[in-house]
């Protein structure tokens, strides 16, 4: 059983800043893949970023490709989404889920999901 609780949304200008910050329960959190999705009202749940428990594989959306950076510290059970240079279409619900198994960038690959931060960029 793994518990997921994300933090660090809020409101930001374009070209800013943000960093999102999942804390994970759980004794097996450094064996799992960590991803991280989005959601808009009116749209599926959309990948963003994803990482193996090595930290080695990273794997990012095209459309967040050298300005989202996804990384792990399993000491502290925690994984981030570190969001720079925002535009407004990164405006979204995010969410943190975690994997028991293969590494996968879509939401069928996960089994455990936060309840969610918004993140809203102001134009």
């Known amino acids: 059983q793994v518990q997921l609780v994300e933090s660090g949304g809020g409101l930001v200008q374009a070209g800013g800043s ?3 910050s999942c804390v994970a329960s ?3 959190f450094s064996t799992y893949t960590m991803g991280w999705f989005r959601q808009t009202p ?3 749940r959309e990948f963003v970023a994803c990482i193996s428990w090595s930290t080695s594989n990273t794997y990012y959306a ?4 050298g300005r989202f950076t996804i990384s792990r510290d399993n000491a502290k ?5 570190q969001m720079n240079s925002l535009k407004p279409e990164d405006t979204a619900v995010y969410y943190c889920a975690a994997s028991s198994w293969v590494v ?4 069928q690959g996960y089994n455990y999901w936060g309840q969610g931060t ?6």
Request: proline share 4%; glycine share 8%; no cysteine.
């Open 18 to 20: 943000l960093r999102l």
């Open 26 to 28: 759980g004794r097996t």
């Open 42 to 44: 009116g749209k599926e």
């Open 62 to 65: 095209d459309s967040v490709k």
């Open 77 to 81: 059970n925690t994984v981030y989404l």
């Open 104 to 107: 996968s960038t879509t939401p």
């Open 118 to 123: 918004q993140v809203t960029v102001a134009s």
